[in-house]
């Protein structure tokens, strides 16, 4: 049972253009994690938000933590070559902090 | 302060064999957890590890097993290898105690098996 759903799977855009990416769950978290991985790399973790309705933002990436919990987006300003990459969303149930359930991934190609 | 290493980073078996992974977490950090990644299933959870002790377990059978050494070390075994165990198998450590419990990830060992 995928507990985490992203969407879209795949994405691929023309560089400068806006993009977002959805995580969403029926489940609440205690804290939700965004994650990029790329070819040949384990994830390299981009931010953590704990607050439900909590904003954060990294230089042209915005990351939102929905009102009850359960769901967050990515959105992306201006990508570029280097945003390359999977982005993988991961939870941390309210039952155990120390396991983290990850979504599915999105793969995105930001074309020159 | 050095990242998480991963040994070996390229593997091949072949069925019924077994394997062993290692893993060196960041320096100063007591959990290391264990992920498989495949196109098919995504990045699953295997098990964590903390004070050489087991804290957590997925949905893998028995024969996926790990430990964990005094210098927070670790090592994962597959044992009677299966066609399906081919993936990219993740190392990550934490700091202990934290809540959010952040993973930072190694590069993984890429395991095929013919």
Same mark, same amino acid.
């Given at each position: ?112 | 302060?050095?990242?998480? /290493? +991963? ?7 072949? !069925? ?5 992974? #290692?893993? %060196? ?27 050489? /002790? +087991? ?7 028995? !024969? ?5 050494? #005094?210098? %927070? ?42």
């Amino acid at each position: 049972t995928q507990l985490l759903e992203q969407s879209p799977q795949f994405l691929s855009i023309q560089e400068g253009e806006n993009l977002t990416v959805y995580c969403n769950s029926s489940s609440v978290f205690s804290s939700l994690q965004w994650y990029r991985q790329e070819p040949g790399e384990g994830p390299v973790l981009l931010v953590t938000v704990v607050t439900g309705g909590e904003v954060k933002k990294l230089k042209r990436l915005t990351f939102q933590f929905g009102d009850a919990r359960k769901d967050s987006s990515l959105h992306i300003t201006a990508a570029q070559p280097g945003d390359t990459g999977l982005y993988l969303c991961a939870g941390a149930r309210m039952d155990s902090s120390y396991k983290l359930i990850f979504g599915s991934g999105t793969r995105l190609l930001v074309r020159p | 302060k050095a990242g998480v /290493t +991963q040994t070996p980073r390229y593997l091949i078996k072949t !069925r019924g064999q077994q394997v062993t992974l #290692s893993c %060196s977490p960041i320096s100063g950090h007591r959990s290391v957890s264990w992920y498989q990644q495949t196109p098919g299933q995504g990045l699953q959870f295997l098990f964590e590890y903390f004070s050489e /002790t +087991q804290r957590n377990k997925g949905n893998f059978p028995g !024969r996926f097993s790990g430990r964990q050494f #005094s210098n %927070s070390r670790s090592e994962m075994n597959v044992s009677t290898l299966e066609l399906g165990d081919s993936a990219l198998y993740l190392c990550a450590s934490s700091l202990a105690g934290q809540t959010y419990n952040e993973q930072f990830f190694g590069p993984g060992t890429r395991l095929t098996v013919l």
